[in-house]
């Protein structure tokens, strides 16, 4: 199984709700991904899950919570968003952090629109 | 810090030309290059990738070769199909740049019947 998988594939929310995206790899990786994706643009890395643990920050604003559950497992928790929030989020998982050559593995993506 | 450059597209082509995309780079010490496409709709997938200088790697009939010396990773085919028609991300990764993959802007590659 190479698959990320990422739910929902859509979603579209109001700036006072509350939302959550979901990630899920069963590939064994121990480094997990959240990239924020606009239109005709790179993703943008936001956070970075090693064993679990967060690693990196991007200086994301704290409307953006990630979770780490567990090793299959990554979250990210929205909150009062902005319409510039609008974008394709993906996950992305790793056999080790990115270095040395370790391949991520992407998701589909969800594609967000905030009203 | 580590920087990818890649050619503007979008680059159209018709089916069964020869395709090249530029993409050079940036890196204080010594990165792994890698070529990802994204079709419409989807997310990112590895095309091919290359750990050292003088490497090749290739997918499907796409190659790219790792040159030290002009801090290169040009992506090339022989023959393209409409099926090719993606958006072609150039990236690194390096021990030295805080784990981290660095895309380039992408390049979009229309391939015509």
């Known amino acids: 199984d190479t698959e990320v998988t990422q739910t929902p594939k859509h979603l579209v929310m109001g700036m006072t709700n509350k939302k959550s995206l979901k990630c899920e790899q069963h590939?064994?990786?121990?480094?997990m991904y959240w990239y924020k994706q606009k239109a005709k643009k790179p993703p943008e890395l936001m956070f970075v899950y090693s064993y679990e643990k967060l690693s990196i920050n991007e200086s994301v604003p704290s409307r953006f919570s990630p979770e780490c559950p567990n090793s299959s497992l990554l979250n990210l928790h929205l909150h009062a968003l902005q319409p510039e929030d609008s974008a394709l989020y993906l996950c992305?998982?790793?056999?080790?952090?990115?270095?040395?050559?370790?391949?991520?593995?992407f998701g589909p993506g969800t594609r967000l629109l905030v009203l | 810090g580590d920087s990818v450059t890649q050619m503007e597209g979008p680059v159209t082509l018709s089916e069964e030309a020869f395709l090249t995309i530029n993409c050079t780079y940036t890196a204080t010490g010594y990165p792994s290059l890698f070529w990802y496409v994204q079709y419409p709709g989807e997310g990112l997938q590895l095309l091919l990738k290359a750990t050292k200088a003088d490497d090749k790697g290739s997918n499907k009939g796409f190659e790219a070769t790792y040159r030290k010396e002009t801090t290169s990773f040009h992506l090339e085919k022989g023959s393209v199909q409409v099926s090719d028609s993606a958006v072609y991300f150039c990236?690194?990764?390096?021990?030295?740049?805080?784990?981290?993959?660095?895309f380039g802007a992408g390049t979009r590659l229309f391939v015509k019947a």
């Open positions: 590939m064994g990786h121990r480094a």
């Open positions: 990236a690194l990764s390096d021990n030295t740049g805080g784990f981290k993959t660095i």
């Open positions: 992305a998982s790793s056999k080790r952090l990115a270095g040395a050559g370790e391949t991520q593995y």
